[in-house]
């Protein structure tokens, strides 16, 4: 063929999407150049030679300055960056973990209880008001998400 019989193998860089549970509550940031009340959970890149549950644990203590455990796999994606494969989390800090402290990456990280998470989602979904919602996430067919609504309906 065209190609002299070579086959090709792309790269797939695996990044991880993780949505971190404390108690009743969400952990969330946003990025500065995020529609206004926009927020999401941790992602990253996962670095040559950890594991996934590793590069949770990092990206997470990196952006946020919390520690997890009880890392569990949730779903993956491919993502529409070219050659990433989403591969997405669940993890748990402690009930009474401190307030995240935004890493260079996030502008803000806070703590969501339920009730604004599921309001959120339910912005997510409205038409676009006259101001912006307090609380809104990305669309429906982001694992970030998919990740969100399960941790808001207890799956």
Not at 122 to 145: M, N, T
Request: hydrophobic content about 45%; charged content about 25%; proline content about 10%.
């Amino acid at each position: 063929g065209p190609t002299g019989g070579l086959e090709a193998y792309p790269r797939t860089d695996p990044a991880i999407s993780v949505a971190v549970g404390s108690g009743e509550r969400l952990r969330l940031g946003r990025q500065a150049r995020w529609p206004a009340g926009r927020w999401s959970v941790v992602a990253g890149f996962v670095e040559p030679g950890e594991t996934l549950a590793q590069a949770v644990v990092r990206e997470v203590r990196e952006e946020t300055g919390v520690a997890v455990r009880a890392v569990r796999y949730a779903g993956d994606q491919p993502w529409p960056f070219p050659g990433a494969l989403m591969l997405g989390f669940f993890a748990d800090a402690d009930p009474d973990a401190p307030d995240p402290v935004a890493g260079e990456e996030l502008e803000a990280a806070a703590w969501f209880d339920r009730d604004a998470v599921l309001a959120g989602l339910a912005a997510s979904d409205a038409p676009e008001g006259p101001s912006p919602p307090r609380l809104a996430f990305s669309p429906r067919v982001s694992i970030a998400r998919a990740l969100i609504e399960a941790w808001a309906h207890g799956r």
